[in-house]
Each structure stands twice: as C-alpha cells, then as structure tokens.
C-alpha cells in the first residue's frame, strides 16, 4: 500500500509541475526552452507512468496473497524505482528554475 | 546524421526516422543485454573464482558493459531529440530557432567514441584469451591487462571532442581533449606489448586463429599510430573530415575488432558446431584478408593526404587521386573474395550431417572447454587457477562425474549458484526462468511498437506499446511467486537458501543498474537543457517560481558556450 501511496504522490508531483508550465504559455514548438523542458517532463512522465504500472503490480500481488514475511525482495525493487523516480523528479523540476532563474 | 543535414528540411521522408527509432531501439537491446552481463558474471561465477581467477574475456565483457551502461544512454537521447524535432518541430538543434546543432555533436560523440572501446575491448579480450591458448602459456601481466582494460574504459569517456577540434572550441578544451586521447594509447600499448610478451614467452602455433591473431596485432599498432597522428591537432585540422581519417578507423577497427574477430570465430567455433573450421581454407582466407586489407587501406592515407574529402566517391580525372583509388577498389576485392570463402567453410562446418565430434582442439584452458551436453556441465566446479584445464587435469572428469556443485536438481527447474561478489562463495540457488512465450510476445510488440513509430502510424504503436507492457507483467507474474523451499541441498550435503532480498538478489543489482541508465539520460538531459540555455540565453523566459537569477555568461554558462564553439578561433573554411 505505501508503495501504491509513493507512485501516486509521484504522478501528483509530476502533474503540478507540467501545469505550472503549462499555465505560464511555455510551447515545446516555440523555443528551446520549451523542448528542453518539455523533453524532461516527457522523461519524468515515463518514470512516473512505470511507477503507476510497479504500484498497480504490487496491489496485485497483495489482492492475490503473493505477499509472505522473509521474501521482500519484489517490493524492494520497487521502491528502488519509485524512490529514484521521486529524486529524478526532483531534479527535472529544479533545473530550469534555476537555470535562467525568476 | 549531423543535423541540420538531418533536420525535416533537408531530409524529408522516413528514410532518417527509421535510422533514429532503429538506433533508439537496438541501443535499448544493447543495455539490457549489458545488465545481463554486469549481473552475471559478478554474481554468477563458479564457487573458488575470485576477482583475480576471473577470466580476461569476462573482464573485458565487464569493462563494455559498463561502458554501454554509460555511453549508451547518450545516443538514445541524442536520437530522440532528433527525432522529436523533425515529428514534432521542438527545436533542439535548429539554429533559426534557437537550438544549436553542436549540441548533436556533443550527445553523439559522447557515445560515438567511447563505442570505439566498446567495440574493441571485447576483441582485446578475446586476443587475450586466444593468444595465451596458441603460445601455449599463461598470459604475461595478467593484472596489467585488467588495470590497461579499466583505464582504456575511463579514458574514452574524456576524449569524445577530439572528433570536434575544428568546430572552434576553445584553445583549453582542444588542448585537454588532445592531451587525453595521446594518453588513451597508453592502456593500448601496455595490452600489446602484453601481447607480444606472450608470444615470446611461449611456443607459438601458426594455425588460423593464431595468424589472425597476430595479423589484427600488426594491423592495430599501424592504427594506433596514425590515430596519435589525429590526436595532434595541427595535422587534425589538416586531415579532418579526408580520406585519411577512413583509412586510419579501419586500421584500427579491422585490427581491434575485425581480425580478433575471425581469431575468435576459428578458436570457438568447434565449441558450438563440435567441427574445426578447415585449417586450409583458413590460411588462404587470411592471406587474402591481410593482402586486401592493406592494398585497400594502406594507399587510402595517400588518397586523404593528397586532399580527397571523405564521404565524397566521385572526383575530376586530373585531380591525381585516381592511381590510389583504383589500389583500393583492388584491395576491396580481394578481401570481398576472403569472406566469401569464409562464408563457403562456415556452411561446410555447419551442415546438419556428418561427424560431430571434435573437443578441446585448441587445447583451450577455460572452463567453457568442459564437457557439456545441450544444457550446461554436470556439475559446477570449483575454480582453483586463472587456467583450470592446465592446472586441474582431472577437472573435467570430476566435473562430469558430478563431484562438484549442484550434480542434482533440488528443485525441478532450471538452476544456479549465485555467489559473492568479490570471493565468488555460494551465497544461494537461484532459479532461472522456466520456457514461456510471453517474453517473445514481448520482444514482438516492442519491435512494433517502435517500427509503427518510423511510419507514424502513432494508434497502432501505441497499442503494440500497451501490448508489450501487458506482455512483460504477464512475463514477471510467471516468474514472481512466492518460494515454498527455504533451503536446498546445493551438493555435497551443503543446504543454500533458495531466495535472497535485499542487495543479495539479482534482481536488486539489475535494477540499480537500469537507474543508472535512467539518471544518465536524465543528467545529459540537463547537459542539453544548460547547452542550449548558455548558447542563446537572450530567449529563455523565467520559470514558474524561480530559485535564483544567475548571469549566464558567467561560470558554468561561460564554458558551455565555449564548447559550443562561442569563443574559440574560426576554423580557416569559415574566414
């Protein structure tokens, strides 16, 4: 469940920062600026995309009792991705704030 | 495909969409297959091989995996980016507005010419196995080579703008992509002369693969040294972009790849048809090869210092480049000849009738000479030398009389050991996939879902998109189930765990080594996203709530522009 919880805190993450873009007129046709930024957005949306599918994976295995005590290791593995996902996102959202800056 | 040549103006069509979706796509191929292999032999090794028994071939497939995990991720977003300009019009390297077209260079290079290694180092290891076979000696400065191997590694990844030095970078940045790739030689040259120390210390056999060995040796060194020709950068921006750099790449090429090559198709191939290559057939083919190779490539350096430009085939009669020309076309010939008749022994070799029975005939130490049926040894042993089969007589024996690990089957399926990192000590029993078809469904949606990209047929590939996620879950929900034995008799009544979590399992390794790729995208998406910033900062707009407002002339802007070419001299065409 928290692995469900994470993925979707990420898509959340991931959706304000597209439309915080969005909001302020920037078109990925009219500048480099725009491609560049929409470019990552797109990256970051696959990763949070393949985090939603890992989310959905882990609640089936729930729903289907796969889950035992002493064998974690699929869940690892996810939460590996989601947690990367999470510092990706992180990055792609600070990197054209600071470059060129308010 | 430097852009703007590639752009959707002057390439219209599908003709460079397919180009940058198959690139984008085997790149993909090529990543997981490097996975496979960091994983594997750092965590499957057989029990007793240490780090420092570990096979030369297996440490050169290290070094070029983690090579391609590195440089890899830089071609696939170079053609995406490519791509999304001329589907989409987003304007990465399109200087009217605003892109930059070195940017393409700078993402290409960085993988273009560590991929030089990447192609070489798995040849350097096969000539490290190979030579030691036919001289009949251990390899002279083993840990030396691995040391050369590791170097020549994290060199390449500093040297990938010497393809660049007439773009007009600044003098520093000329002078230390110089400087790096005359020091990329050194690795080069400890490997050769470990090499011909091998040679000389053994008693060395003339059979095929020992000749191509020793032909693709004396070819290498001759591209070596015209490659430190190229490193100068007076003589560069003389021999850009002629005849002379093709020469020199296929010196080095044919020799570090194509020669080993062949050394290693003739060595290995009675491991897997059970039939030597005919020994005969295989001196004409490399005194054809060698002969060819040098009548075609040798004039070459003439051809391009006498000016012809490369990529160009057509020229005036009066222009003196014809004699040349006409040697190389003889040379392309004779080698064309050479591969023909090796095509004609390998369909010999490989017919399905007749005697299979040849073993060891290279009298090969490696434990791939063990016997072995359709799936793999009896049992798995335990290494005690770099040269088990030298220095284990009995090994393969005992190997087949299942005295070593795992001579049973304790769980029904497919299985291996899995042991440590550096010690390579049984730590559990893994089980391997069982036979499915939803991993070749998978492969299949994927290939469509990339291929209806190149036509952009975008509904039908993104169904094959959807198909191939559902296809791969399926996949993982068949080989994700929870174990009911937690111990198994691994052999000799040792009992090893039949599941591990954590860094243990493969299944961690695997995955941080595929966010490693992710997180090189990302970070030469920001490579990208700066470039372009510190080239035409007078277009960008500030950000939904900014951080900071630095100048970008200053600091990391300054030097980005500078190897966009802002502040270096004019290139003499262009005065």
């Known amino acids: ?102 | 495909m430097y852009p703007p040549l590639t752009g959707a103006t002057y390439s219209p069509g599908i003709n460079a969409d397919f180009w940058l979706l198959g690139i984008g796509f085997i790149e993909i191929s090529a990543i997981a297959g490097a996975i496979e292999i960091i994983v594997g032999v750092l965590r499957t090794r057989a029990p007793g091989m240490t780090l420092d028994k570990l096979p030369i071939f297996a440490w050169a497939m290290l070094i070029f995996a983690a090579m391609i995990i590195i440089a890899f991720p830089s071609v696939i977003l170079a053609t995406l980016l490519l791509e999304l300009e001329r589907a989409l019009g987003w304007p990465f390297f399109d200087s009217v507005k605003g892109g930059d077209p070195l940017l393409w260079q700078h993402l290409f290079w960085f993988f273009g010419h560590p991929e030089v290694y990447i192609i070489f180092l798995p040849a350097a290891g096969a000539m490290s196995t190979i030579i030691p076979a036919i001289a009949r000696t251990p390899l002279v400065g083993y840990r030396l080579v691995v040391l050369a191997m590791l170097a020549t590694g994290f060199i390449s990844f500093g040297v990938w703008a010497h393809h660049m030095f007439t773009v007009g970078m600044p003098t520093m940045s000329v002078n230390v992509f110089s400087a790096a790739s005359m020091a990329v030689s050194v690795p080069a040259g400890v490997q050769v002369f470990a090499w011909i120390a091998t040679l000389a210390a053994g008693r060395m056999r003339f059979n095929t693969p020992g000749l191509f060995a020793v032909g693709g040796l004396v070819i290498f060194v001759a591209g070596g040294l015209s490659g430190v020709m190229v490193a100068m950068v007076p003589f560069d921006w003389q021999a850009h972009d002629t005849y002379f750099i093709v020469a020199h790449l296929h010196y080095v090429l044919i020799g570090g790849m194509v020669f080993p090559l062949f050394a290693a198709i003739y060595y290995w191939t009675p491991l897997v048809s059970r039939r030597p290559l005919s020994e005969r057939l295989g001196r004409w083919i490399f005194w054809l090869m060698f002969a060819g190779m040098h009548l075609t490539f040798l004039p070459m350096h003439l051809t391009g210092l006498m000016g012809m430009p490369r990529r160009v085939y057509t020229y005036l009669p009066d222009w003196g480049w014809q004699t040349t020309n006409q040697m190389s076309t003889a040379g392309a010939f004779l080698f064309g000849l050479a591969v023909l008749l090796w095509i004609l022994d390998m369909a010999r070799n490989f017919r399905p009738f007749g005697e299979r029975n040849a073993g060891n005939v290279y009298d090969g130490p490696g434990l791939e000479w063990l016997p072995n049926d359709l799936y793999s040894v009896r049992s798995i042993p335990v290494v005690k030398s770099l040269y088990p089969l030298w220095d284990q007589p009995d090994l393969a024996r005992d190997v087949d009389a299942g005295r070593y690990f795992l001579p049973d089957n304790p769980t029904g399926g497919r299985e291996t050991i899995v042991t440590s990192t550096m010690n390579a000590e049984p730590q559990f029993l893994l089980r391997m996939p069982k036979p499915s078809g939803w991993h070749v469904w998978a492969a299949i949606f994927t290939a469509g879902f990339f291929l209806l990209l190149t036509i952009q047929a975008y509904a039908a590939s993104a169904l094959c998109g959807v198909l191939a996620v559902y296809t791969l879950v399926q996949w993982c929900w068949l080989l994700d189930k929870p174990m009911d034995q937690p111990a198994v008799d691994i052999g000799g009544g040792i009992m090893a765990p039949s599941y591990a979590s954590g860094t243990g399992s493969h299944g961690w390794w695997a995955m941080v080594i595929t966010l490693i790729v992710g997180g090189m995208v990302a970070l030469l998406m920001g490579f990208s996203y700066v470039f372009l910033w510190s080239s035409r900062p007078d277009l960008w707009v500030p950000p939904p709530g900014g951080l900071a407002s630095p100048d970008p002339r200053a600091a990391g802007g300054r030097r980005l522009a500078g190897l966009g070419g802002r502040q270096g001299p004019r290139p003499r065409w262009a005065a």
Do not use: C, H, K, N
């Not at chain 1, 304000?16 to 873009?21: A, E, I, T």
């Not at chain 1, 969005?22 to 930024?37: C, F, H, I, K």
């Open chain 1, 1 to 102: 469940m928290m692995l469900a919880a994470a993925a979707t805190l990420l898509g959340v993450a991931w959706a304000l920062d597209l439309q915080g873009w969005a909001d302020m007129g920037l078109r990925p046709s009219q500048s480099p600026q725009g491609a560049t930024v929409a470019a990552l957005l797109s990256w970051q949306g696959l990763f949070v995309l393949v985090s939603a599918i890992m989310g959905l994976y882990a609640l089936a295995r729930l729903a289907r009792g796969y889950v035992r005590a002493g064998q974690p290791a699929t869940f690892e593995v996810i939460g590996l991705f989601i947690a990367y996902g999470a510092a990706q996102g992180a990055f792609a959202a600070a990197l054209p704030r600071l470059f060129p800056g308010s």
